[in-house]
């Protein structure tokens, strides 16, 4: 099958009460799932994430009262309800719950939740990197970059690189001998302040 053939992404821009439903750790671990995993069963997904089924199915129907998963009627049989994501990408602007405090607190969850999802799955990498080729250790890892920009400007670069991530997942031949499945996370911080970059002198003063 060509890459012509694959499905446009699935996006949501998280509402006010869809936020305040996602802000909790047991949802997000179930919707990560099936973004990632594709369709699965309550006992499947608490099989999966160490969990007992009566958890998991109260939670996908908390997330399935909001939209961002919804039944697969085409996988189901009998008493088994199959679950899909509503959604590939998750999307809202950090000013979106400004006038709203419950959800304000909800993304700040979100957001913190990611964190701690992206030290966790670097101490993994940490603990079994020995065990990849030479070629795949050079290849993974973290980097920063400093520069002094505006905001608009930084909106337009995140932005850019967004496309190129896209366009290199969309070009990509999951059975290309020696591909794997990786995941790469995108954040840009202000600098904190007691490492603020020198300003430049100006050029009379050179």
Not at 9 to 21: C, G
Not at 58 to 75: F, I, K, S, W
Not at 139 to 157: H, N, P, Q, V
């Amino acid at each position: 099958m060509g890459n012509d053939s694959k499905p446009a992404p699935r996006n949501v821009q998280l509402d006010h009460r869809q936020v305040r439903v996602l802000a909790h750790p047991l949802r997000m671990r179930l919707l990560g799932a099936l973004r990632v995993k594709g369709p699965a069963t309550a006992t499947a997904l608490a099989e999966l994430l160490g969990t007992n089924t009566g958890a998991t199915s109260y939670h996908l129907r908390q997330l399935a009262e909001v939209g961002l998963v919804t039944e697969d009627p085409d996988l189901g049989t009998g008493r088994q309800r199959w679950w899909r994501a509503a959604h590939d990408v998750t999307n809202w602007a950090a000013t979106d719950f400004d006038d709203d405090p419950d959800a304000r607190a909800a993304i700040e969850w979100i957001q913190g939740d990611q964190v701690r999802h992206l030290v966790e799955h670097a101490e993994h990498w940490f603990a079994a990197r020995q065990e990849w080729s030479p070629a795949w250790r050079d290849a993974f890892g973290m980097s920063d970059f400093f520069m002094t920009i505006t905001s608009e400007r930084l909106k337009a670069l995140s932005a850019e690189v967004w496309q190129l991530l896209e366009r290199y997942r969309d070009e990509a031949d999951p059975d290309e001998p020696g591909a794997e499945q990786v995941q790469i996370f995108l954040t840009a911080l202000p600098l904190l302040a007691d490492l603020r970059l020198a300003t430049p002198l100006p050029e009379e003063e050179r």
